[in-house]
């Protein structure tokens, strides 16, 4: 009689365990399955809020702060550049330093200030970007964000009054307007890629150029490692004016190495424009790449936190 209840009641110990155990299979499965419903969006198309000239659909999240530095250097060779100047690093071309940070997750704001450009330079900007739409993984397929904002020249208005920098007569010639729609996909963990309609508003040009530009900007970026990747970026003007004809006007092109180091994004690039905002490089760029008017560079992105969620 002892060993038959020894035996009942082992039995009964082995069922409720068996029991449990479907039962922790059962609560699992669902929980996985409502997570995968309720959260299943797409994240990290790319690591910072910029490639090389083109901003991407990454935004700053609610209460950060992204410190950024851009770089670049002088021509790697052509007339301007070679072995006298050190392929470019004796001369330092454009620098921008810049600070956005996230109102709410779909929402951020910026502040920048550039040196360097072709007419116009000293250069304070303020932008914003907000996001419309998110990439799902079992919804909608694409990511897509509105960034805009302005740019002022803060630079000595020239005395000549034919000069594209002389300011004298309105002080509306000092402003610029620029405009995007980012459309973004994640394909798979390695690679993504960004098309951005563009459109470009300058108050002041010069005799025979257009005072709006249309544009189509297309990114993307290749994932060669767990914090590596290789970056990239285009701009086509679309409706290319006279002057910039006569000028030899060039397409922006960008390339460049992707690498994070703990808290900071950095990369590293090769570049043929002058200027670091869209309404400078992307009507007046000349720097042609067949004859080496190359520009080594890089960017610097450090997020800080400033106001932390309870």
Not at 185 to 209: C, E, W, Y
């Amino acid at each position: 009689m002892n060993c038959f209840k020894i035996i009942l009641l082992s039995g009964i110990l082995l069922l409720g365990m068996r029991l449990a155990a479907q039962d922790d299979e059962l609560a699992s499965l669902v929980n996985s399955q409502t997570d995968s419903t309720i959260d299943d969006k797409v994240i990290a198309s790319f690591k910072t809020t910029r490639l090389i000239n083109l901003t991407t659909i990454e935004q700053v999240k609610r209460g950060e702060l992204d410190f950024r530095i851009a770089h670049r250097f002088g021509d790697i060779a052509g007339s301007a550049g070679g072995a006298s100047t050190f392929f470019g690093f004796d001369n330092v071309s454009d620098i921008r330093f810049s600070f956005d940070y996230g109102i709410f997750d779909v929402w951020q704001i910026g502040i920048g200030r550039s040196k360097g450009g072709y007419s116009t330079s000293q250069v304070f900007d303020l932008n914003s970007k907000f996001k419309l739409a998110q990439q799902k993984k079992n919804g909608f397929p694409l990511a897509i964000s509105l960034f805009g904002g302005l740019t002022f020249t803060s630079m000595q208005s020239s005395g000549v009054l034919s000069d594209i920098n002389n300011f004298n007569r309105s002080t509306a010639h000092r402003f610029n307007y620029f405009g995007q729609i980012l459309i973004a996909r994640k394909m798979n963990d390695q690679f993504s890629f960004i098309i951005a309609p563009t459109i470009v508003h300058r108050n002041l040009v010069f005799l025979g150029d257009n005072n709006t530009h249309f544009a189509i900007a297309a990114g993307a970026r290749f994932k060669i490692s767990k914090r590596a990747a290789i970056i990239a970026d285009y701009y086509q003007v679309l409706n290319v004016s006279n002057f910039q004809k006569l000028i030899g006007h060039q397409m922006p092109i960008g390339l460049g190495f992707e690498l994070e180091t703990g808290g900071h994004v950095f990369h590293a690039l090769f570049s043929t424009n002058t200027g670091l905002m869209e309404s400078q490089f992307l009507p007046n760029n000349t720097a042609k790449f067949t004859a080496g008017q190359v520009r080594f560079g890089f960017n610097i992105s450090r997020v800080f936190t400033i106001i932390k969620d309870k």
